[in-house]
């Protein structure tokens, strides 16, 4: 999966709880971008980094947040956790400079009860 | 908006046999397609790409051919392989950031 390790791999937690997802990366790319995959509706941008503390939201942002304090970790964060965020969450990495292709990590599959 | 939407939820093909998976597009200012394969429990996977400079592209085992006057593109697999059995995304990358637009995708299913 291209250098791109995202942990936990599956992590069942309980409404109203923090959770916090790891993608880690050894491609030293500048890009890095966290989606959702629910059935009927492919994969959605939550937010993406453009650098060491640039983030900026994507198309399905609300209820998450994002930090990225080193090239390669990119933290998604769920601040209390709703079971309409059950989903299986993907980390992406691209080089940029003229480069568009992102490359996927294996996700992990959250569920909330 | 715009969008990038796929037809057949779900194609069947026999082993051997050549497939074809359409991808429709909304934006005719998209110079820029990326074609994902995401087989089950993995994230997608990158196969092809092609930038509207061009018609054709042909990698191994599969071609994409871009018609802009239609805004329509399609991923063909030659002698599609039980391997080939995965669901399949076009996707079309926006901004500085490349931020990806996906489809729902088309699953293709290979049967013996």
């Known amino acids: 999966d291209a250098g791109i390790t995202q942990s936990p791999r599956h992590k069942v937690t309980e409404t109203g709880t923090p959770v916090t997802l790891r993608c880690h990366q050894t491609?030293?790319?500048?890009?890095m971008y966290w989606y959702r995959q629910d059935p009927g509706h492919g994969l959605r941008l939550i937010h993406y980094s453009y650098g060491v503390k640039d983030t900026d939201k994507g198309e399905v942002s609300d209820g998450y947040s994002v930090s990225r304090s080193k090239t390669e970790d990119f933290l998604l964060t769920l601040e209390s956790a709703t079971s309409s965020q059950t989903s299986v969450y993907f980390c992406a990495i691209s080089p940029g400079q003229g480069t568009n292709i992102q490359y996927f990590g294996a996700g992990t599959r959250l569920s909330v009860l | 908006g715009e969008s990038v939407g796929l037809h057949l939820p779900t194609l069947s093909v026999q082993e051997g046999d050549n497939s074809i998976i359409n991808c429709a597009y909304s934006?005719?200012?998209?110079?820029?397609f990326i074609w994902y394969k995401q087989e089950s429990g993995k994230g997608p996977q990158f196969i092809i790409d092609i930038r509207s400079n061009m018609d054709k592209r042909q990698g191994q085992r599969v071609t994409v051919l871009l018609n802009k006057t239609v805004k329509h593109l399609s991923l063909q697999i030659a002698a599609t392989q039980p391997g080939d059995s995965a669901v399949y995304f076009c996707?079309?990358?926006?901004?500085?950031?490349?931020?990806?637009?996906f489809g729902t995708g088309t699953r293709l299913q290979v049967t013996l």
């Open positions: 996707a079309d990358p926006t901004g500085t950031a490349s931020k990806l637009t």
């Open positions: 491609e030293n790319h500048r890009y």
């Open positions: 934006n005719s200012a998209s110079d820029y």
